[in-house]
């Protein structure tokens, strides 16, 4: 994630550091423990959590379980996850639903946090969980709120509770109760109330949102916290927990470009779970927040999970296996080429899929040039295609390609790289799907691996290098043979008509000879 992309390159050239030594002396760990330190006052992280955290790594750095270690760097850095995890709340906390119908959600937190968006995005992902949420328009204060708010109810596809206009006008308290009743009464499952927020904490504020809660007795309270804000992030977030009280934190703009420090403080600092993280502008772009994985990703160990998981919502089984016999039956076209995009789609960014392998930080150049548009253009062209294009991209003659160009709004030129790449994206995954491992352009072989699923070549055995053309020739044909060259092991039949002879091979003289009649 973006917003600790500057301490993730941080602690990894700290860490770097440590690699190759076989034994931590107390100032390698002082010297380690001070970078981290260092990295994390910069990434806006709260002094007190700052101090804590390097003062549990420094004391295990330095005990038994770093200096009896076979690999102290990789011992430190699993330190400094289990870390890490314990500063951003240990263990993963799901929201807590009412036994009796409706679960009551309430969001608060300052103006420009992000809650109304995160309302829509919170609702989205519940109802994919077959809920039946109730977006309330409470927020009567900030201009055109409630008119946002019921944007993003249909683009989510989810009713908004909203009987009053806005604008300055109307009891906030009268309608989070109202909506209590009509969500009864309609039997939704999940109400969630969008609360007025200020630029800055202020009175009036806490007493409105300490008011609603009293008159509605939430199941949750939820306090969205633009991660961006850094330090300020954990005054904010006392104050809330002091005026009004909180039982999770959901964490908005994750994928900015600023030094996420509120990720790594409002937890500690406040007692109360991270429950949410809001990844991107799209209403999809919303999930559970998992301590550990959050802390690989810092680490940059990347997090499979969460890519695993988003792939098996993303991908139908049943369309997957029915591809994966078309590769081994060679009858993979250019109409499953563009229904496997259109699922790739549904999994949100694909640099952010990028960014949760492993190492991903090693080529942060690339992920930040990827251009995500690629895939729409892509598109965009196999839909100009006929279907028998598609299913024949051998028909593709120049004046085709012309036509499809015309068609996506491209050039031929992008017309023919692209059908360049689905004919090398099926030989590779043909060769995947036969049991082999495929060569990737542009990275030479992998040590052991067993292309096309066949076995691996053996290794082309070194010719002669001596500068005599004859003896070069005599002695290629010897290792050719199998013997080693200038010894008695040639076979019957080996040559210059030599067999039988046990001199060793021919003498320079013959050789000589044989130069000369063959001209050289």
């Given at each position: 994630?973006?917003?600790?992309?500057?301490?993730s390159?941080r602690l990894?050239?700290?860490?770097?550091n440590?690699?190759?030594?076989?034994k931590?002396?107390?100032a390698d760990?002082?010297?380690t423990v001070?970078e981290?330190?260092r990295?994390?006052?910069?990434?806006?992280?709260?002094?007190?959590?700052?101090k804590?955290?390097?003062?549990?790594?420094?004391?295990?750095?330095?005990?038994?379980?770093?200096?009896?270690?076979?690999?102290?760097?990789?011992?430190?850095v699993q330190?400094?996850?289990?870390?890490l995890?314990?500063?951003?709340g240990?263990?993963q906390?799901?929201?807590?639903?009412?036994?009796?119908?409706p679960?009551i959600i309430?969001?608060?937190?300052?103006?420009?946090?992000?809650?109304?968006t995160?309302?829509?995005?919170?609702?989205?992902?519940?109802a994919?969980?077959?809920?039946?949420?109730?977006l309330?328009?409470?927020?009567?204060?900030?201009p055109?709120?409630?008119?946002?708010?019921?944007?993003?109810?249909e683009?989510?596809?989810?009713?908004?509770?909203?009987?009053e206009?806005?604008?300055?006008?109307?009891?906030?308290?009268?309608v989070?109760?109202?909506?209590?009743?009509f969500a009864?009464?309609?039997q939704?499952?999940v109400?969630?109330?969008?609360t007025?927020?200020?630029?800055?904490?202020?009175?009036?504020?806490m007493?409105?949102?300490a008011?609603?809660?009293?008159?509605?007795n939430?199941?949750?309270?939820?306090f969205?916290?633009?991660?961006?804000?850094?330090?300020?992030a954990?005054?904010?977030?006392?104050?809330?927990q002091?005026?009004?009280?909180?039982?999770?934190v959901?964490?908005?703009?994750l994928?900015?470009d600023?030094r996420?420090g509120?990720a790594l403080?409002?937890?500690?600092?406040t007692?109360r779970?991270?429950?949410?993280?809001?990844?991107?502008?799209?209403?999809?772009?919303?999930?559970?927040?998992y301590?550990?994985?959050?802390?690989?990703r810092?680490l940059d160990?990347?997090d499979?999970?969460s890519?695993?998981?988003q792939?098996?919502?993303?991908f139908?089984?049943e369309?997957?296996r029915?591809?994966?016999?078309?590769?081994?039956?060679?009858?993979?076209?250019?109409?499953?080429?563009?229904s496997?995009?259109?699922?790739?789609?549904k999994?949100?960014?694909?640099?952010?899929m990028?960014?949760?392998?492993?190492?991903a930080r090693g080529?942060?150049?690339?992920?930040?040039?990827?251009?995500e548009?690629?895939?729409?253009?892509?598109?965009?062209?196999?839909?100009?295609m006929?279907?028998m294009?598609?299913?024949q991209p051998k028909?593709?003659n120049?004046?085709?390609?012309?036509?499809?160009?015309?068609g996506?709004g491209t050039?031929v030129?992008e017309?023919?790289?692209?059908?360049n790449?689905?004919?090398?994206a099926?030989?590779?995954?043909?060769t995947?799907a036969?049991?082999g491992?495929p060569?990737?352009?542009?990275?030479g072989?992998?040590?052991?691996?067993?292309?096309?699923?066949?076995?691996a070549?053996p290794q082309?055995k070194?010719?002669?290098?001596?500068?005599?053309?004859?003896?070069?020739?005599?002695e290629?044909?010897?290792l050719?043979a199998?013997?080693?060259?200038g010894t008695?092991?040639?076979?019957?039949g080996?040559?210059?008509?030599?067999a039988?002879?046990k001199?060793?091979g021919p003498?320079?003289?013959e050789?000589?000879?044989l130069q000369?009649?063959l001209?050289?």
């Open positions: 994630m973006a917003s600790f992309g500057n301490l390159d990894s050239a700290t860490f770097k440590l690699r190759g030594k076989g931590l002396s107390p760990v002082d010297g001070r981290i330190r990295a994390l006052l910069d990434a806006d992280v709260a002094l007190e959590v700052v804590e955290f390097t003062g549990k790594v420094r004391e295990r750095a330095l005990g038994d379980e770093v200096s009896k270690a076979l690999n102290p760097a990789q011992q430190v330190i400094v996850n289990e870390e995890v314990t500063i951003l240990g263990q906390r799901r929201l807590e639903f009412s036994k009796q119908p679960t309430m969001l608060a937190g300052l103006q420009g946090a992000g809650k109304t995160l309302a829509g995005k919170l609702a989205k992902w519940l994919k969980d077959n809920h039946t949420p109730l309330v328009a409470a927020d009567l204060q900030r055109n709120a409630v008119t946002q708010l019921q944007v993003v109810g683009q989510a596809g989810v009713p908004v509770f909203a009987p206009p806005g604008n300055g006008k109307g009891n906030p308290v009268k989070a109760k109202d909506a209590i009743k009864k009464d309609k939704y499952d109400v969630i109330v969008d007025a927020g200020r630029l800055g904490v202020d009175a009036e504020l007493k409105q949102a008011d609603i809660r009293k008159a509605i939430p199941d949750e309270v939820l969205v916290i633009d991660a961006m804000i850094g330090q300020d954990v005054a904010t977030a006392k104050a809330f002091t005026g009004v009280d909180f039982t999770g959901v964490l908005s703009k994928d900015g600023a996420g509120a403080s409002v937890a500690s600092v007692g779970p991270i429950i949410f993280a809001s990844t991107g502008e799209g209403l999809d772009d919303f999930e559970p927040f301590p550990d994985r959050m802390a690989s810092i160990l990347g499979i999970l890519l695993i998981e792939a098996q919502e993303a139908d089984e369309e997957s029915k591809v994966a016999e078309k590769f081994m039956t060679d009858s993979f076209t250019l109409e499953d080429f563009l496997q995009m259109q699922q790739l789609k999994m949100g960014s694909i640099k952010n990028l960014g949760m392998i492993p190492g080529m942060r150049e690339q992920l930040e040039n990827f251009d548009s690629e895939i729409t253009r892509t598109e965009a062209i196999i839909q100009s006929t279907p294009e598609r299913r028909v593709l120049g004046s085709r390609r012309v036509r499809i160009a015309r996506a050039t030129t017309v023919n790289g692209l059908v790449r689905f004919e090398q099926a030989k590779m995954m043909k995947v036969k049991g491992m060569q990737v352009p542009g990275m072989p992998i040590p052991g691996a067993k292309f096309g699923g066949g076995k070549k082309a070194k010719g002669s290098k001596s500068g005599n053309p004859a003896k070069r020739a005599a290629n044909a010897a050719a199998g013997t080693k060259p008695s092991e040639a076979p019957a080996s040559g210059f008509g030599l039988g002879k001199s060793g003498t320079e003289d050789l000589a000879s000369k009649f001209g050289r």
